[in-house]
């Protein structure tokens, strides 16, 4: 299995999943139960197809899944803040932004990845 643990979309990955656990820990009651387990699943999530990733030759299929799931996990911040869900406001910058470079870090492997799907020389036969 490829390594992973350098890979900095990874690092900044488990670092806005465990900043979640921690975070999801001041919600309400009612909040931590419903958006607080959607955020947190969806930061394992995250961290998961970052790991399938970068173990499959074929990135093609698994990194659109990252970058939606990454979106989706912004977008989530972003309710949870509406439904104030936060304990305050500097939890949910701190969360936001850390998903906003996450959401650029999995676009960019994204868009790296078909460029060099685009540009690798066709194998001819005999």
């Excluded at 909040?31 to 399938?52: D, P």
Aim: charged share 25%.
């Amino acid at each position: 299995m490829a390594r992973y643990e350098h890979l900095p979309i990874y690092k900044k990955a488990i670092e806005l999943a465990v900043y979640i656990q921690q975070v999801v820990r001041s919600f309400s009651r009612y909040n931590k139960y419903s958006i607080g387990t959607e955020l947190r699943e969806l930061s394992r999530s995250a961290i998961l197809l970052i790991i399938k990733a970068n173990s499959h030759r074929d990135k093609s299929r698994i990194l659109p899944q990252l970058v939606e799931t990454c979106e989706m996990l912004k977008t989530s911040i972003v309710f949870a803040k509406e439904v104030k869900a936060f304990a305050s406001f500097k939890s949910f910058q701190h969360a936001s932004s850390l998903a906003v470079v996450l959401c650029k870090q999995s676009e960019g492997w994204l868009k790296s990845s078909r460029r060099s799907e685009n540009h690798q020389p066709a194998i001819k036969d005999g």
